[in-house]
């Protein structure tokens, strides 16, 4: 569960999509000791989602490490795709001596802050200026694939789609699709981005689902076509309203 207000995640699997993250873009973390001002370096090196735990690389200074040993508790700060991630009141299971030196096994935390002020502002599709978008899963089998949709708002990080149909089976919150392609007709290019589903919700009386996706794995430069033509929104809607 999610709380809008504060942020707060305690849904495993979403803990395991944001340690995921931080791994994959191989995200510096902060380690922090209750009652040491000294601040120690990390990486995460990998995520057990089926054990709920995660590994850590060793710590820089070298100190922490025997901290580590002595079974003190710990904070962890990070930044994933430039969204803060904090959590608290961690402890090391296992110590594992590896050739480059000590892996430290940590159990997924309780609850984790994740810090979204950057999806605050979503640029919105203007009426009339339909966006189609395709959405494919390669692991899904029903409906026949790919499904179409029309694009309602984006951000740098995520957006949101509009199925003209009722979509069976729901989708999964954190569901992954290898494809959702944006046919940028103003640009005559379209954009290619892996997704995850966030949130989606179905209307019994238009027949219809609106769902929010988002981005993963995006590279450098995919991330500057989609902040462009996020961009690209945030203009057309000013110059209608200076008309």
Not at 24 to 37: E, K, W, Y
Not at 194 to 218: I, Q, S
Request: with cysteine.
């Amino acid at each position: 569960m999610t709380s809008d207000a504060e942020h707060i995640i305690t849904r495993p699997a979403e803990i395991a999509s944001i340690l995921s993250s931080l791994q994959r873009h191989r995200s510096p973390i902060s380690v922090s000791f209750r009652g040491v001002d000294q601040k120690y370096l990390s990486l995460v090196l990998a995520v057990d989602r089926e054990a709920q735990v995660f590994y850590l690389d060793e710590l820089n200074p070298p100190s922490g490490h025997k901290r580590i040993l002595a079974n003190e508790q710990f904070s962890v700060r990070g930044t994933e795709q430039g969204i803060t991630v904090f959590f608290t009141k961690c402890k090391v299971i296992e110590v594992l001596d590896e050739e480059d030196g000590a892996v430290y096994r940590v159990p997924f935390p309780s609850q984790l802050i994740h810090n979204q002020k950057r999806d605050a502002f979503r640029a919105h599709v203007m009426l009339g200026d339909n966006i189609p978008v395709t959405l494919l899963s390669l692991t899904r089998t029903e409906p026949v694939q790919p499904l179409k949709a029309s694009l309602k708002d984006i951000s740098s990080t995520g957006c949101k789609l509009e199925f003209d149909s009722l979509i069976e089976p729901p989708f999964k919150d954190l569901e992954v699709f290898e494809e959702m392609t944006i046919n940028l007709k103003a640009f005559e290019k379209r954009l290619t981005i892996k997704v995850e589903a966030r949130h989606a919700v179905y209307d019994e009386h238009k027949k219809r689902t609106t769902c929010g996706f988002r981005f993963l794995d995006t590279d450098q430069k995919l991330q500057a076509e989609i902040d462009r033509f996020v961009i690209f929104l945030q203009r057309e809607a000013r110059r209608v309203e200076l008309r």
